[in-house]
């Protein structure tokens, strides 16, 4: 069978004749074979989105929210079967598939009960007979656009507040995990929701971009690459009313000191850089190290980087599983060879792993393992400025004081996560203060983040934080609601109210 979109409470094949592959990159084999949306399918769910908005947000807060409970259970009690779901369809290791199921069911539970916390503002007025309220209104149309690498968290980062504040959405899967999103969209229909509330259309970029172009769109939430995020963003610039925010990639880096702890400063740079090989958002791809500390950082980083576990995902001794697909592998291995042009020193080179290193049945898997070098930080190569989504790390060593290092931390036109590791904590402030990222972590790998927290980036990172608390702003207009309860109209800023006439 051929899975279908879900538009205004039905499943439908679409206007569109081509139909998409989800492969498992792991293994090569098909999961499942999906309608291609197009123009006209994104069309017709942001109508029905449109039309079920008046009703939609009639409902409370807390009736909204009912809906979402029905999906938070089923989450949890399907959380290995998913788990392997998403482990399957975007080769995160099991450990990784499952939390990304239980990262879903977090920001589900965030949205859903945060439906009976206050909502909006009572706010001072210089006129005691006034009251003062910042009260809230959802936006409506809500266009989610979201990647392959939380397939099941990052739809319900986006699409969990944006119904409970009470907006419609239509959301496009990433083309690489269908299969997810044909499970999530099963679960919104099981959940009773109202027709036309959650539409959901399969598809690639073109129907992303239809999305962003569609006049019933109020508000885009995307969440995936720097090029496609730019590009959504001065679209949707350009359109009145019409408001984006968008998370993106990021070149992060970890600042390891001449006070850190070794063990400390290793297993930070090994999850940050190797988990999901290398292809979160978040992950590290320079590690910036004083040296005093940095022949002994770089023996133990080396050391582990040439063992690390790389094989099927499925497996729970795995640490690697393999890249999305084998577009990836040949960009990583692009990048690989661009260091070896600008002049690295390659430490680890794993890019073609032996023949033994792969597990048997996965041949066609789409494998790579880390890629290690050493460079210079102020030589200015692009492959310790651009962010290459895999397991390619550069060492950059650096001598002088904390300033120095977050210096050249700074040095990359991203923003997104970092880290430093220092058991002084003086250096550690003085990186929380000038270290240009959204998300910094003292002590600790750069990835990881939980869903209570906001999400997002500064610079070429993101203009917005499609997470938890930070969408309500991208999701919802305020409004400045002022009262009188006196007969008398009394003005602030001393205005005079009375009206005067010729006749005085
Ligand atoms: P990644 O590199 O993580 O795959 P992308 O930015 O390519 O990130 O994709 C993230 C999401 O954006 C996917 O759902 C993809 O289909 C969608 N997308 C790709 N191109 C466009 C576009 N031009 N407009 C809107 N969405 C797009």
Same mark, same amino acid.
């Given at each position: 069978?051929?899975?279908?979109?879900?538009?205004?409470?039905? +499943?439908?094949?679409?206007?569109?004749?081509?139909?998409?592959?989800?492969?498992?990159?792991?293994?090569?084999?098909? $999961?499942?074979?999906?309608?291609?949306?197009?123009?006209?399918?994104?069309?017709?769910?942001?109508?029905? /989105?449109?039309?079920?908005?008046?009703? +939609?947000?009639?409902?409370?807060?807390?009736?909204?929210?009912?809906?979402?409970?029905?999906?938070?259970?089923?989450?949890?009690?399907?959380?290995?079967?998913?788990?392997?779901?998403?482990?399957?369809?975007?080769?995160?290791?099991?450990?990784?598939?499952?939390?990304? !199921?239980?990262?879903? +069911?977090?920001?589900?539970?965030?949205?859903?009960?945060?439906?009976?916390?206050?909502?909006?503002?009572?706010?001072?007025?210089?006129?005691?007979?006034?009251?003062?309220?910042?009260?809230?209104?959802?936006?409506?149309? !809500?266009?989610?656009?979201?990647?392959?690498?939380?397939?099941?968290?990052?739809?319900?980062?986006?699409? *969990?507040?944006?119904?409970? @504040?009470?907006?419609?959405?239509?959301?496009?899967?990433?083309?690489?995990?269908?299969?997810?999103?044909?499970?999530? /969209?099963?679960?919104?229909?099981?959940?009773?929701?109202?027709?036309?509330?959650?539409?959901?259309?399969?598809?690639?970029?073109?129907?992303?971009?239809?999305?962003?172009?569609?006049?019933?769109?109020?508000? !885009?939430?995307?969440?995936?690459?720097?090029?496609?995020?730019?590009?959504?963003?001065?679209?949707? /610039?350009?359109?009145?009313?019409?408001?984006?925010?968008?998370?993106?990639?990021?070149?992060?880096?970890?600042?390891?000191?001449?006070?850190?702890?070794?063990?400390?400063?290793?297993?930070?740079?090994?999850?940050?850089?190797?988990?999901?090989?290398?292809?979160?958002?978040?992950?590290?791809?320079?590690?910036?190290?004083?040296?005093?500390?940095?022949?002994?950082?770089?023996?133990?980083?080396?050391?582990?980087?040439?063992?690390?576990? !790389?094989?099927?995902?499925?497996?729970?001794?795995?640490?690697?599983?393999?890249?999305?697909?084998?577009?990836?592998i040949e960009k990583i291995r692009k990048y690989n060879d661009?260091?070896?042009?600008?002049?690295?020193?390659?430490?680890?080179?794993?890019t073609e792993?032996?023949?033994?290193?792969?597990?048997?049945?996965?041949?066609?898997?789409?494998?790579v393992?880390?890629?290690?070098?050493?460079?210079?930080?102020?030589?200015?190569?692009?492959?310790?400025? @651009?962010?290459?989504?895999?397991?390619?790390? *550069?060492? $950059?060593?650096?001598?002088?004081?904390?300033?120095?290092?977050?210096?050249?931390?700074?040095?990359?036109?991203?923003?997104?996560?970092?880290?430093?590791?220092?058991?002084?904590?003086?250096? &550690?402030?003085?990186?929380?203060?000038? *270290?240009?990222?959204?998300?910094?972590?003292?002590?600790?790998?750069?990835?990881?983040?939980?869903?209570?927290?906001?999400?997002?980036?500064?610079?070429?990172?993101?203009?917005?934080?499609?997470?938890?608390?930070?969408?309500?702003?991208?999701?919802?207009?305020?409004?400045?609601?002022?009262?009188?309860?006196?007969?008398?109209?009394?003005?602030?800023?001393?205005?005079? *109210?009375? &009206?005067?006439?010729?006749?005085?």
């Open positions: 069978m051929t899975y279908q979109h879900y538009i205004h409470g039905e +499943w439908v094949d679409g206007h569109g004749t081509e139909t998409f592959e989800s492969e498992n990159p792991a293994t090569g084999e098909s $999961l499942g074979e999906f309608h291609r949306g197009t123009e006209a399918d994104v069309r017709e769910a942001t109508a029905a /989105a449109d039309e079920a908005f008046e009703a +939609w947000r009639d409902l409370s807060h807390i009736d909204r929210a009912e809906y979402l409970w029905d999906i938070y259970h089923e989450l949890k009690e399907r959380h290995r079967e998913l788990g392997e779901v998403v482990t399957k369809e975007c080769g995160k290791e099991i450990s990784e598939g499952k939390a990304d !199921v239980t990262e879903a +069911w977090h920001m589900v539970e965030w949205a859903a009960g945060d439906a009976r916390h206050p909502k909006g503002d009572v706010v001072p007025s210089e006129i005691p007979s006034k009251d003062a309220y910042m009260r809230r209104k959802p936006r409506g149309v !809500v266009g989610c656009i979201t990647p392959w690498n939380f397939p099941v968290a990052i739809p319900f980062w986006h699409m *969990a507040v944006s119904l409970v @504040e009470g907006n419609t959405a239509v959301w496009k899967p990433a083309e690489q995990t269908p299969w997810c999103g044909q499970i999530i /969209a099963e679960m919104f229909e099981e959940s009773g929701i109202p027709d036309g509330v959650f539409n959901m259309v399969q598809g690639f970029g073109d129907a992303g971009a239809a999305i962003v172009d569609d006049d019933h769109v109020d508000t !885009v939430l995307f969440t995936g690459s720097a090029e496609v995020g730019h590009e959504i963003a001065s679209e949707v /610039a350009s359109d009145p009313g019409k408001l984006a925010a968008c998370e993106m990639g990021g070149k992060n880096g970890i600042v390891i000191t001449e006070q850190a702890d070794l063990d400390i400063a290793v297993h930070s740079a090994v999850m940050s850089s190797f988990k999901t090989t290398g292809q979160r958002c978040v992950s590290s791809e320079r590690l910036i190290v004083h040296e005093d500390v940095y022949d002994e950082f770089k023996e133990r980083f080396v050391e582990v980087a040439e063992k690390v576990a !790389v094989g099927d995902p499925l497996d729970d001794s795995t640490f690697m599983g393999p890249a999305i697909e084998a577009e990836h661009l260091a070896r042009e600008e002049g690295v020193n390659v430490l680890v080179d794993r792993l032996d023949d033994e290193e792969i597990p048997e049945g996965h041949e066609d898997g789409h494998w393992g880390p890629f290690v070098y050493e460079a210079d930080p102020d030589a200015n190569l692009r492959c310790t400025q @651009e962010e290459v989504f895999g397991p390619h790390v *550069a060492l $950059l060593e650096y001598s002088g004081d904390i300033e120095r290092a977050v210096d050249i931390h700074n040095d990359t036109p991203y923003g997104l996560a970092g880290a430093v590791i220092s058991e002084d904590y003086r250096q &550690i402030n003085y990186y929380r203060d000038h *270290a240009e990222v959204g998300l910094a972590y003292g002590n600790l790998p750069c990835i990881g983040a939980e869903v209570q927290l906001p999400f997002g980036g500064v610079k070429k990172s993101g203009n917005g934080y499609p997470s938890a608390r930070e969408v309500i702003e991208a999701v919802t207009e305020r409004t400045a609601w002022t009262l009188n309860n006196s007969k008398d109209i009394e003005m602030a800023q001393g205005l005079s *109210a009375d &009206i005067k006439t010729e006749d005085g």
